[in-house]
Nanobody
Framework: QVQLVESGGGLVRPGGSLRLSCTVSGDTLDYYRIGWFRQAPGKKREGISCTSTTDGNTYYADSVKGRFTTTTDNGLKTNYLVMNILKSEDTADYYC???????????????????WGQGTQVTVSS
């Protein structure tokens, strides 16, 4: 049984940084992708990144490109979402998800992921 656990959320001032972690446990396929999504109050869940663990290719939503990056520690089976220059509009619950294979051309569809973490809250406020 694959499980994902996110951590690292919290309160940060505008312009600050946070690093979220997504740790995978259990039996996974050799080739899988990690997606990060977020959901702000009253809004739809938004895909913000997809990382193929096989080749390391990562895709980002325009809303976070240049500010957010992901890194992967394969030994720890942990994917990190490093968020810089945070804005109030980044306030949301952040989720990671796992699915087999590479990131597809349309990579930000939540229905393509079948295993999710419990989420971690990020609040950007002064």
């Amino acid at each position: 049984q694959v499980q994902l656990v996110e951590s690292g959320g919290g309160l940060v001032r505008p312009g600050g940084s946070l690093r979220l972690s997504c740790t995978v446990s259990g039996d996974t396929l050799d080739y899988y992708r990690i997606g990060w999504f977020r959901q702000a109050p009253g809004k739809k869940r938004e895909g913000i990144s997809c990382t193929s663990t096989t080749d390391g290719n990562t895709y980002y939503a325009d809303s976070v490109k240049g500010r957010f990056t992901t890194t992967t520690d394969n030994g720890l089976k942990t994917n990190y979402l490093v968020m810089n220059i945070l804005k109030s509009e980044d306030t949301a619950d952040y989720y990671c998800a796992i699915e087999g294979g590479f990131c597809p051309p349309i990579w930000d569809l939540e229905q393509d992921y079948h295993k999710w973490g419990q989420g971690t809250q990020v609040t950007v406020s002064s």
